[in-house]
T-cell receptor, first 110, second 115 residues
């Protein structure tokens, strides 16, 4: 059974800092990994998708890496802004479904 | 990507009643999924709904409690039956396009409170 862990559970940083969110998974037989953002009471916004054959993906200030063999992914956010405040969810695609971590609650203080 | 809408966006229901949640997509999709997000928790897959076949339920979820319909390639419904306060959650649908690297896109969710 796939299990996904995200560390830290919560993170508070001042505006402008670069930060890293971590995701680990137990079964390396995955076909992709997605990072999502969820604002309070809202649905999920897809941020980045990494295929199992890829090492990283970039979108603007976001960079996600994947090390499938070690079961790890990181989401790097450069020059954080208050608008980045949200819960960030990592989801691993395997066995025709996504398995989610519990998320990292990010607060960026002005 | 796709534009995905859900109705209702939120509801407050009495225990013992049922609620049907609708999910509409603006383009045809092969696979649709229903998730539950209980308060303070992450998302848990309830079932996968493919057009033309019965929904496939995950362990811990049964059709009598969460019947699903998928009448065409752009629409699905999830019913939460005989509700109890433990069913209070956000229910989200997602879609996956064929040939789209298995990327899922999510609707805005339905926030359900059962009294």
């Amino acid at each position: 059974k796939q299990e996904v862990t995200q560390i830290p559970a919560a993170l508070s940083v001042p505006e402008g800092e670069n930060l890293v969110l971590n995701c680990s998974f137990t079964d390396s037989a995955i076909y992709n990994l997605q990072w999502f953002r969820q604002d309070p009471g809202k649905g999920l916004t897809s941020l980045l998708l990494i295929q199992s054959s890829q090492r990283e993906q970039t979108s603007g200030r976001l960079n996600a890496s994947l090390d499938k063999s070690s079961g790890r992914s990181t989401l790097y956010i450069a020059a954080s802004q208050p608008g980045d405040s949200a819960t960030y969810l990592c989801a691993v695609g395997s066995n025709y479904k996504l398995t989610f971590g519990k998320g990292t609650l990010l607060t960026v203080n002005p | 990507s796709a534009v995905i809408s859900q109705k209702p966006s939120r509801d407050i229901c009495q225990r013992g009643t049922s609620l049907t949640i609708q999910c509409q997509v603006d383009s045809q999709v092969t696979m649709m999924f229903w998730y539950r997000q209980q308060p303070g928790q992450s998302l848990t897959l309830i079932a996968t709904a493919n057009q033309g076949s019965e929904a496939t339920y995950e362990s811990g979820f049964v059709i009598d409690k969460f019947p699903i319909s998928r009448p065409n390639l752009t629409f699905s419904t999830l019913t939460v039956s005989n509700m109890s306060p433990e069913d209070s959650s956000i229910y989200l649908c997602s879609v996956e396009f064929s040939g789209g690297y298995n990327e899922q896109f999510f609707g805005p969710g339905t926030r359900l409170t059962v009294l």
